[in-house]
């Protein structure tokens, strides 16, 4: 897999740190200063990440804080073709207001483009440790190299555990009813949100396995559903662990968040996992819990059957095989458009079924 990645960058750095100054000074009613701005590089394909400190005078001492700001991306050939920033910001609010789930702490939305030319959103950094996924946290990285079997079944169960309790949140009492639409099911709506987006991500162009993964969820739609508030980007490196290794800090990356059988999160985490490792031709890291073991919490936990998992496995294999086909049309990969690894695995599954 090349390593290069659509992520969108900022090419004033020097700008765009003199405009957050600005910008936060006014909506603290204090002047604050940013000493530097930087751009993480082992995470995320789909928005602009800065990490910066703010530092401020109080009482005649300097005291600081550690934030992370991301902004929507602004590029010819995006992952998405739009973003709702406000949306994403409306459900970490709602969740870290009105559960116990561990999110991050918002420090201010900006939908107006004008300062930066796109939207933003600040957050305190969350201290802890993120799973890589350049490279795959299954192939190397800290998980590998700086935690014992014991401690990575920990990590995997902790973070199963948080996805469930999520999932048991009622998104009427967290104020989200905004997420509602009328006249069809959630999972038609979704069905048709990734038709739609094979149709634009493609440029015309059917894809030969995802198309065929889209047919067949659309004629074999499970029925009697549970409705619930789903992550959408349910998976380990979309987690901060404490740095202890004992639990979760918080959850991340809610662009995909909707309504709909929380099954589907379940899913998009085992299959994710696998996609790395499987997928790539690696072995798991050793002392993760398999994916029986995974549906079994998760179905203890969050009280939601897992009769529905092999269909909403497909419906993550066709996902995340339309979104990297994306990544390899907008990296002038061509040759991996309809043939890479993530399909590969799709294919396998659909094969599956016979």
Known sequence: MDSTRPTPLIDDLQGTRVKLESWISDHRGHTVRIPELNIPESTGMSNVTLLFDIEWSEAGKTHSEAVVARLQPEIERPVFPDYDLSLQ??????????????????RGLETDPALLGVQFYLMKRTDGRIPTDMPPYNMDGWMMHETDIAQRANLWSSAVDTMARFHRLDYRELGLQRLETSGKTPLQQQLDYWQRYH???LEGVTHSICQPALDWLQANQPEDE????????ARMANIIFKPSFDGVAAILDWEMAALGNPLQDLAWFNHMDATFSEGLGAP?????????????QWESVSGFATRDYDYYLIFAGMRFGLLLSRIMLA????????DNFACQLLQKYMDRLG
Do not use: F
Not at 286 to 292: A, K, T
């Open 89 to 106: 910001y409306e459900v970490m609010d709602a969740v870290g207001k009105h559960s116990d789930i561990p999110v991050p702490v918002l």
């Open 199 to 201: 149709d634009w991500a």
């Open 226 to 233: 549970p409705t619930a508030l789903c992550w959408g980007d």
């Open 284 to 296: 798991r890291l050793e002392g993760l819990p398999n994916y029986e073991q995974t549906k079994s």
């Open 331 to 338: 990296t002038d990969q061509n040759s991996e458009v309809q």
